[in-house]
């Protein structure tokens, strides 16, 4: 079946920590990656996405994915951890269907607490 | 990236009433989507909504429960009918960017009672 699966429910790293945050997907043809962040009663904000190309994508606050095709993987990284980074984090696919792509699966999410 | 704003941002409903959130999107867009997010769950996608045709429904969701509406490239709205406490989520819309990622709003909290 298809799928998205972001195995940690909860994560909690101390500021100044590196941190990943994993995403497995389950699709016969790879689709189009993405992370999104949402804060405490806010809407989604995107962080990056992947389409093709350097599988290393860069996005906004200091992130970055790794697309691994061997694995299935678009795991999300960061250096250094802030404050401020204490959010729920969702991977989301858009799995393609004849060529072009539209709706977004999202995975259940990973909420990361930041002790100071 | 769209910047997209929803109202309300918040309500209480009683059980049995109907609440229409609105969706406004600041440039024009093909597709838009409204989500569910039920508490400490992830987004499911209820409907995608193009202009000018009807609203594409997910399973399990229904056009007499969920009314959409798609007057122009810039608004659309979303009614929850027969409130119920189930219907007790956070309500988001999205609009499709050029490279098929999706732009969302602020999201509307909806309390039944």
């Known amino acids: 079946a298809q799928s998205v699966t972001q195995p940690d429910i909860h994560i909690t790293v101390s500021e100044g920590a590196s941190l990943e945050l994993r995403c497995n997907y389950s699709y016969g043809a790879t689709p189009y990656l993405f992370w999104y962040v949402q804060s405490p009663g806010q809407g989604l904000q995107l962080l990056l996405k992947?389409?093709?190309?350097?599988?290393l994508v860069q996005g906004i606050k200091g992130f970055e994915a790794e697309f691994k095709r061997s694995q299935s993987s678009f795991n999300l990284r960061k250096p250094s951890v802030h404050w401020s980074d204490a959010a729920e984090y969702f991977c989301?696919?858009?799995?393609?269907?004849?060529?072009?792509?539209?709706?977004?699966?999202f995975g259940t999410g990973t909420r990361l607490q930041v002790t100071l | 990236s769209a910047v997209i704003s929803q109202k309300p941002s918040r309500d209480i409903c009683q059980r049995g009433t109907s609440l229409t959130i609105q969706c406004q999107v600041d440039?024009?867009?093909?597709?838009m989507f409204w989500y569910r997010q039920q508490p400490g769950q992830s987004l499911t996608l209820i409907a995608t909504a193009n202009q000018g045709s009807e609203a594409t429904y997910e399973s399990g969701f229904v056009i007499d429960k969920f009314p959409i509406s798609r007057p122009n490239l810039t608004f659309s709205t979303l009614t929850v009918s027969n409130l119920s406490p189930e219907d007790s989520s956070i309500y988001l819309c999205?609009?499709?960017?050029?490279?098929?990622?999706?732009?969302f709003g602020p999201g509307t909290r909806l309390t039944v009672t």
């Open positions: 989301a696919v858009a799995p393609l269907f004849r060529g072009t792509a539209s709706k977004l699966t």
């Open positions: 440039s024009q867009v093909t597709m």
């Open positions: 999205s609009s499709k960017g050029p490279t098929y990622e999706q732009y």
């Open positions: 992947y389409f093709s190309g350097d599988t």
